[in-house]
């Protein structure tokens, strides 16, 4: 119990904070101040960016309007720097940085306003929503983020458990991710595609190959946590290695699984968002962003790689919230 | 497996099992379930080869050798014996064949993915990184800032930004070598501002006492501290690099590279190929990391990951 926890009954109860609670709001701003002022930072750089980056296209515009430009004729400022231009017109090229249709950067309110348009302005159903896309590759990120973290479970037991498997299993695991699995991609979905594999398996393998690494590294190292002491005890009361793995080694696991797990289900997105690349998708984020790649909607490249990122956070959060539960019931975190 | 555990007289029962083997191989069967069972005798004799070498000094060489030279033998007799159609799987004898027949196009997509690519945005990312790792190093407040910035960044997919890169740089290996700084930037630099930042009170005092100079202190002490970090970022950032590189060639490519040779030859089905340039691609990515590790071991001998083995 917290220092001012009153009864229920007394006097005054139910006003102010119980005392947990305003011990983590009073931590609160030490931790979200500096992280607030690196993103407020990173905004302001972000919009001076456009300038440069946009004066090009700004310039033409105010040409097509009558305004006058310094280097008046496009053939002069193609060759020239953003920054030049926009020194050499500094009103136009600011004025006209921000709101531009296809912009080469577009300004952070149009991508936020292209996400709001995108998830909370058009129904679920609808063709272009946001949120639809994201459903489509949380399918697969999820099937892929269950099959590699269960077999990257597997081998960490098979690692901790054989020598040999140990010995020559695993710097060929340590392998595999020097592979660019990504490269493979679109090998593994044209092929599964001939012998009539569709849809969210071959996605979901490659979202699986990507996430049993960081798993199996995670828990052989976890599974090998159990001091000494404990393990002797185990075999003084002569447990089998099963009944070692399931009441010492898998419970002193725990922590380190979840924080492989956070890093395995962000590349297991990664991976499906990669696999929507090479089958030409009509849906699904990295659909979205292959189309806008080829139509040059930036504004609609840069709020899908904002949708990836929030589908990201949300699933590590996810994860740290059930880690948190647990390693709480299981008293392993305060 | 505990039958041979036990038995310490390994010679016998190899040779038994190969005895038993060789007549299997000699009669060739038509019925698949004789395949299978073939394929598993290759498996166990080779197995228990590998549990007896486990045991002798080479293990930790020869066992990962022979592990990989199993999966080899097995890929290619099951090529062999099922007739898998080179479209699904090419066996490792085709793939080799299109390698050495393709070396000089090969090379030339090394040189344009990894060297001109990855190795350069590489090199960039990770220099910017570390030199914007010890500028911010020096703020406590920054650090508190960057730090959840920068984990959450480097657990983004990146690799979605490759379409922006390639319409802002061009096609050519400018673009490539910029996703790969971006996408190489946030893990080194989260890993070398944890461990700029990971020395003990202790350690700190013995420098005051030693009235070290605050340049002092970070080349001895803070830089010495946060190398294993660094390092870890490092590895991982070889990888990103060459997935980094190879993807962004998706997106657009001159006529040679890695990424270009695997998509064009897919769409080809001329998957021998398609393999030979993963082989090229996996065998440097291992390179690579195995350089770094190397460099590792050679200045970091004295941390307790680096010790006790071989």
Redesign the interface.
Known sequence: MAIDDTPLSAPGAGIGRSGKVALALRGLPHRIGPVLAVIAALIALWYLACIPMNAQNALMLAEREGIAVTPATAQERRDMSGIALALATPDQAVARAFGQDRPRLPSPHQVVEELWTSTVGLKVTSKRSLVRHAGITLAPTLLGFLIGSLAGIALAVGIVHSRLMDLSVMPWAIASQTIPILAIAPMIIVVLNSIGIQGVLPKAIISAYLSFFPVTVGMVKGLRAPSASDLDLMRTWNASALRTLLTLRLPTSLPYLFASLKIAVAAALVGAIVGEFPTGAVSGLGARLLAGSYYGQTVQIWSALFGAAIVAALLVATIGVIQRVTLKRMGLAG | MSWARRNQNWLPWVGGTALVAIPIFLFPAAAPAWDILRLLIVWVVL?QW??YL??TRF??IA??L???LT?LILWEMACRLFAIPS???PPPSAIAVALSENTAILWGDWIQTVLKGAVSGWLIGSAAAIATALLVARSD??????L??GN?VA???I???A??L???FGFGWESKAAVVVVMVFFPVLVNTVAGLADTTAMQRDLMRTYGATPTQTLRLLNITAALPFVFNGLKIA??LA??GA??AE??GSPTFG??FR??TE?GR?N?PT?WA??TV??VT??L??GIIALIEKRLTFWHPSQRGRG
């Open positions: 197995w590998n549990t486990s045991r293990g930790p066992s990962p022979l592990f990989g999966l479209v699904i799987l407040f920054l650090r508190r800032g960057l959840p910035v959450f657990a983004l997919p690799v979605g930004t379409p922006i390639v319409m802002w070889t990888t060459l997935i190879i993807v998706f997106f890695l990424g695997i998509s897919v089905l998957l398609v340039a993963i691609a996996a990515g291992s690579w990391y």
